[in-house]
């Protein structure tokens, strides 16, 4: 039985990955994006899993349209924001909320700094509205390489008292964890906290290579 009156925390919530399909198809008819569908249930099996996937890159394909709607520094406050107002809709009394700048940013080539901003001035609005405490991680995709991994935290380090740790994700079999030391040795200079996406598609060396 699950005491009500204990304090409900959420330690890994993807900010890019838990976008409203309200706001993809909000977004979607104020940009003229072209969009798969029109209605919420024709959006759902677009960008929820609906069933079984064969591996972690598979599921990643249905970040496609969230991130896709993020047409400016606008939209990517408006997400950052939202993901607040849903945690305390949900009852989270804590949450830590990662986001990859260059995830974000891709699709309509949104500068990297820029959208770390709008996160962060989404989630302290949100925090401010919504009453509850809210953590941002940054995350460097592993997907786009170490090159474009080192752009990604310089744009997190641009505002880094207003990030708490570091995180790394994305295509886990083809970039493994020794590619990017350097890059938590900086995070590590920047007094960040250390979290990493590891053993997903790589298996216990890479969970071990994170440890480590």
């Not at 209605?39 to 759902?44: A, I, K, P, T």
Request: glycine letters at 8%; charged letters at 25%.
């Amino acid at each position: 039985m699950i005491d009500p009156t204990l304090p409900l925390i959420d330690l890994h919530r993807h900010l890019d990955g838990s976008v409203r399909l309200e706001t993809i198809l909000d977004l979607g008819r104020q940009h003229n994006l072209p969009l798969p569908a029109m209605d919420l249930e024709g959006m759902r099996p677009y960008v929820q899993v609906t069933d079984p996937r064969p591996g972690v890159m598979a599921f990643i394909t249905k970040f496609k349209w969230m991130v896709g709607s993020l047409v400016n520094y606008d939209a990517c406050q408006r997400v950052a924001y939202e993901n607040v107002e849903d945690a305390r809709q949900e009852g989270i009394d804590y949450l830590e909320l990662r986001f990859s700048p260059g995830f974000m940013a891709e699709p309509h080539s949104l500068d990297l700094q820029g959208v770390v901003e709008a996160v962060v001035d989404g989630v302290k609005k949100g925090t401010l509205d919504a009453g509850i405490d809210v953590n941002l991680i940054g995350i460097l995709s592993r997907t786009y390489g170490p090159l474009a991994a080192q752009q990604e935290l310089n744009a997190l380090l641009h505002c880094r008292e207003n990030i708490t740790a570091l995180d790394l994700a994305g295509d886990e079999a083809n970039y493994p964890g020794e590619l990017f030391v350097e890059h938590f040795q900086r995070a590590r200079d920047a007094s960040w906290q250390i979290t990493v996406h590891a053993g997903e598609a790589a298996g216990p060396e890479s969970v071990w290579q994170a440890i480590r």
